[in-house]
Structure formats: C-alpha cells, structure tokens
C-alpha cells in the first residue's frame, strides 16, 4: 500500500492549506486514517485522525482550525487547516492503519507557515 501525501507548501500566519492523502488502496480497509505531524529536533505527534465509520479525533493544538474528512471513492483522505499559526510548521505525514499488520506511513509533505 502507498500513501502519497500531498498539498503542503509556505503560506501566511492565517492562511489555509488543505493536505491531501491519496492511497493505492480501498481506504474502507483501514480501521483508522489519520494526519501526524513532526517539526524539527520533535517527535511525530497526532493532528486528526478518522475512523473508517467516520468518527474522529483532533489534537488539542488544532481544535477548531482543522477538520478532517474522506472521500472513499477517492480512496482520499484530506486535512484542512485554517488559521494557520507558525506553530503548525512541520513535515505533515499521512499514516493507514490496517486491522492485521503495522500501519502504513505516506512520506510526508512539508508545511511552512510564516509570521
């Protein structure tokens, strides 16, 4: 399976960007799909993560600035950002997680957001 993220670049304190994650399979194949990012000299940390019933989870840091969602035709997941802060400057990696195995990690797509 590949995860091909998408979507980042350099935008401006407040601006938005919208991350896309397509993948080379049936997205419904994943119990969860999420958004992790990892700024420098940090660890990789949860942004947004979805469930395939379409639940989901946001970190604290986002709340109320991103949303994510899925188009399952696309095998696409996608995270909005709004408002975008400095803070939120990292590498923006798409991870898939199967019921039976280890979960699937995209390569990442950098997010630069300046003051």
């Known amino acids: 399976v590949q995860l091909q993220a998408s979507g980042g670049g350099l935008v401006q304190y407040g601006g938005s960007l919208r991350l896309s994650c397509a993948a080379s399979a049936n997205i419904l194949s994943f119990v969860v799909m999420g958004w992790y990012r990892q700024a420098p000299g940090k660890q990789r940390d949860m942004v947004a993560t979805v469930s395939s019933s379409g639940l989901t989870h946001y970190a604290d840091s986002v709340k109320g600035r991103a949303t994510i969602s899925r188009d399952n035709a696309k095998n696409t997941v996608y995270l909005q950002m709004n408002s975008l802060k400095p803070d939120d400057t990292a590498v923006y990696y798409c991870?898939?997680?199967?019921?039976?195995?280890?979960?699937?990690w995209g390569q990442g797509t950098q997010v630069t957001v300046s003051s």
């Open positions: 991870k898939a997680v199967p019921s039976n195995r280890p979960a699937y």
